[in-house]
């Protein structure tokens, strides 16, 4: 067998034969090129299994197929315990990966051992320049008392080190908001490294699994466990941010179920008002309008100024597979 690669590129799919060859050429465009891609197929019913293999004439592809239908995330999770990398990148069977994406992801995150995985969105973050260090403590404040959230993230968003993402347990296989749970749990616990944003085109079309209609319900139940993550002992916030933070997520909670009676969707408010798990004694403490700070979650140094990257010592010949390797194996 040949040595592992730095990067594992896994790939879920279940029927994506319309959209399934793009992705998978989109990952083989990457100007970083030490990775393999995993193709993990969920027991499709059409083309798509026939397309990915035709890819395995390229060495670093190869294609797994279910025999039962697991489920999307427990399908996430199998392709993990496949990977051979010391990283895990996820990229959805119906997304687009910019030629860039990888290069501009793996060598900040050797160079930075203090971070378990990192972020790219859609759009830049909030606050100072990246790559954006976050501690515990500093992830809670961007998503409870900022203005720009973490864990609306989709696992198409990290770059794990594939050993934190196996320590983190993987994926809670609890519908299509394991995502959020993931980020809820991992974030109170270990630091994330935020990267520059519109690495990946995320593709909206309505065969994806947050388009069912129950997938609503799935994340009203999700973000119903943020209420008690900030009772935990582990919560990394201050006493007072913890109140503040409970404000912003009750008004938030309220805001979305007036929104869905708005929308003629009476059951999804009241599934969303009991999901959260709150007495009417702490509604009525709670319940107050929002305040949030755009510079809540950034790392600021001790006289205030936003923190500069050491972008030299993050940008080492992303190519060099056997210099990135000697970081890796050099770091703390």
């Not at 998978?24 to 990915?52: G, K």
């Not at 293999?53 to 999770?77: A, H, I, K, Q, W």
């Not at 196996?166 to 993931?182: C, I, K, M, W």
């Not at 798990?277 to 790392?299: C, F, H, I, K, T």
């Amino acid at each position: 067998m040949s040595a592992p690669p730095l990067a594992s590129v896994l790939m879920t799919a279940h029927n994506r034969e319309r959209y399934v060859g793009d992705a998978i050429e989109s990952v083989l465009a990457q100007t970083f090129t030490d990775f393999e891609l995993i193709v993990v197929d969920d027991a499709s019913t059409d083309r798509t299994v026939e397309i990915a293999r035709g890819y395995e004439t390229d060495p670093r592809v190869s294609v797994v197929r279910n025999e039962t239908n697991l489920g999307d995330y427990p399908n996430r999770n199998r392709a993990s315990r496949l990977a051979r990398g010391r990283l895990l990148k996820y990229h959805d069977s119906d997304d687009l990966m910019y030629p860039h994406c990888l290069e501009t992801m793996v060598p900040p995150l050797l160079a930075e051992p203090r971070a378990a995985f990192a972020l790219s969105g859609s759009v830049s973050w909030v606050g100072g320049p990246c790559p954006m260090l976050l501690d515990p403590r500093l992830c809670y404040q961007r998503e409870f008392l900022g203005t720009q959230g973490l864990f609306i993230c989709g696992p198409g968003a990290a770059l794990f080190r594939a050993e934190a993402f196996r320590a983190l347990g993987g994926f809670p296989e609890r519908g299509v908001g394991s995502d959020y749970l993931f980020w809820l749990g991992a974030c109170s616990s270990v630091s994330v490294l935020l990267l520059p944003g519109d690495l990946f085109w995320y593709r909206i079309h309505p065969g994806q699994q947050i388009q069912r209609p129950e997938a609503a319900r799935e994340y009203a139940r999700a973000w119903g466990q943020a209420w008690r993550a900030l009772g935990e002992p582990s919560c990394p916030l201050t006493p007072a941010e913890r109140e503040q933070a409970r404000r912003n997520w009750v008004y938030g909670v309220f805001k979305s179920a007036c929104s869905d009676l708005r929308r003629a969707r009476p059951r999804l408010a009241l599934e969303s008002l009991r999901g959260a798990g709150m007495s009417l004694p702490e509604w009525a403490r709670y319940l107050r309008p929002a305040r949030r700070d755009r510079l809540a979650g950034v790392p600021l140094d001790d006289s205030g100024a936003y923190v500069v990257p050491a972008w030299r010592r993050a940008a080492m010949p992303a190519v060099d597979s056997t210099a990135a390797r000697a970081a890796d194996r050099a770091a703390p």
